[in-house]
């Protein structure tokens, strides 16, 4: 085995972490949901559900995989032999999201490609929301098969950017996120100087900031602020496993989950002040919505055609726009092929580089599926069951795993090992991993459940029954029974000679 790499320093680990959790629902899910659910109100309970959930998950995942050196699958090995098929449908559902994630990174690189086009369609709204399906040919529809040749070259560029990224493990990754992180920093603080300048703006941060405490009353607001949280932070997904197990004996992990968790906030906030100054500037307050596809390729393309009244100008923020969506994009999907990777490396004994290839080649054949004219709607399945199923059911069955077979004292410590000033209180961790987030998580999918079978008889977004059992139910079982078919072919391994890791807690 070669010798496991480490990040060349707390600063380099620390943004890698904040470039994995801040990513596209930063920038266009937020705000819609902040939007959805009166303002301040919802920034309220978002950071309420950062503190008693969100924080502790995220210093259980790095403080485990710190302690085994390993990843996601040989990490839960480790806590438990019988919890190693949570590890692999945590890197099996990262594996599937990734799939399209890589084509919804591919669209950005084509709409910044393309955004010279916004010059000519200064004032005309209808123009500019129809520029993404004239590009991508989509029917919105399970209909068509057709793939645009300007799709799959910029498919092609976002894998072999992905895969650029992280062909060295943490030693790539490292040299990357210096600039992919405050790279959209700087271009939000741009869009948010321009939007914050435009008569109007102050009334869209007014509804940003200023609290709707009636909405307190409704149980949405408090399902989406739990959820934002949880998929944000890019926790149950094999990520943190992988970049914990890249740090040092000395690394500092109760200060720097905070940092990683509050920049994470940070940065969702400032989106929230570009969206809302820029749709009050635009006069489209009434057109912010909390899907990530519609605002990024109808709903803003809108208002980009109607900052100024030049051209060229408009064409500018437009390509500043999807540039910072790149640089968004790009830390979150290399690093979840880097958590599938770790993962899979570390259980085989394989060579990371040679597991990453694969990964980035066998993905993105699958990919291909999600560029064609029905890519869309594939891709809205498989993203619904993912997330809104098989990830909430994965961080219920880890927490249960870790709060209820394991000693939280053992990994409290981890956690507190080279802290002096701030330690984190065992009431505090233990509360949130052994009671409150797994029952906050069950409560998100039987909302969920309820949404889906009470409200719209078992059928998601209108699509044929038999696309969302194939694309959605079926890939969700591959998930769940993924960690069944790897000890198959593990033990026939081990008939030849394989002898796994041993991966033990050892005080």
């Not at 620390?14 to 705000?31: D, E, K, Y």
């Not at 009166?38 to 259980?60: D, E, H, N, R, S």
């Not at 992905?162 to 992919?180: L, M, P, W």
């Not at 914050?196 to 007014?206: I, K, N, R, S, V």
């Amino acid at each position: 085995m070669e010798k496991r790499s480490q990040w060349g320093s707390r600063f380099t680990f620390i943004l890698a972490a904040i470039g994995s959790a801040v990513g596209l629902g930063n920038a266009w899910r937020f705000p819609g949901l902040a939007a959805k659910h009166g303002g301040g109100t919802f920034l309220l309970v978002y950071l309420v559900a950062m503190l008693i959930m969100g924080i502790p998950l995220l210093m259980m995942e790095i403080s485990i995989s710190r302690k085994f050196r390993k990843g996601a699958i040989e990490s839960m090995r480790g806590i438990h032999k019988k919890a190693e098929f949570i590890g692999w449908a945590a890197t099996s559902n990262a594996f599937v999201i990734v799939c399209y994630y890589a084509v919804v990174f591919a669209w950005v690189i084509l709409m910044f490609v393309n955004s010279w086009q916004f010059a000519g369609m200064t004032g005309n709204s209808e123009k500019a929301s129809a520029l993404f399906f004239e590009l991508t040919k989509t029917t919105g529809a399970i209909e068509g098969a057709d793939i645009p040749g300007e799709v799959l070259l910029c498919l092609l560029a976002a894998w072999g950017l992905i895969f650029y990224c992280i062909r060295n493990g943490a030693s790539s990754v490292g040299k990357v996120v210096k600039f992919t992180v405050f790279a959209p920093v700087v271009l939000l603080m741009i869009m948010a100087v321009k939007g914050c300048t435009m008569p109007g703006a102050g009334d869209g941060l007014a509804i940003f900031f200023i609290p709707d405490f009636s909405a307190l009353s409704d149980p949405s607001l408090w399902v989406d602020a739990i959820g934002q949280v949880f998929y944000s932070l890019s926790i149950m997904m094999a990520i943190m496993f992988a970049y914990g197990s890249y740090l040092g004996d000395d690394a500092n992990i109760a200060v720097d989950t905070m940092i990683i968790a509050f920049s994470d906030m940070a940065i969702s906030v400032l989106s929230g002040i570009v969206m809302f100054s820029t749709m009050g500037g635009t006069g489209m307050l009434d057109k912010i919505t909390d899907s990530g596809v519609s605002t990024a390729f109808i709903v803003y393309p809108q208002a980009i055609v109607h900052l100024t009244d030049i051209g060229w100008l408009n064409a500018v923020f437009g390509a500043i726009f999807y540039l910072m969506l790149i640089t968004l994009a790009i830390d979150s999907a290399f690093s979840i092929v880097e958590g599938v990777s770790a993962a899979v490396s570390d259980k085989f004994q394989l060579k990371p580089k040679t597991v990453t290839i694969a990964i980035c080649s066998i993905c993105g054949i699958i990919s291909i599926i999600f560029t064609t004219q029905a890519g869309l709607a594939w891709l809205d399945i498989v993203d619904n069951w993912t997330n809104q199923i098989n990830l909430i059911v994965i961080g219920i069955m880890e927490c249960i795993a870790i709060g209820w077979t394991f000693s939280l004292r053992k990994v409290l410590n981890e956690v507190n090992r080279n802290t002096k000033k701030f330690k984190v209180p065992y009431w505090w961790f233990a509360a949130s991993v052994k009671f409150v987030s797994p029952i906050l998580l069950a409560g998100l999918f039987v909302w969920n459940m309820i949404v889906l079978f009470g409200q719209n008889g078992g059928s998601y977004g209108g699509y044929p029954i038999w696309a969302q059992v194939t694309a959605g139910w079926i890939v969700s079982g591959l998930v769940f029974v993924s960690g069944f078919i790897a000890k198959l072919v593990i033990n026939q391994k081990k008939k030849a000679g394989f002898v796994e890791d041993e991966v033990v807690w050892k005080d």
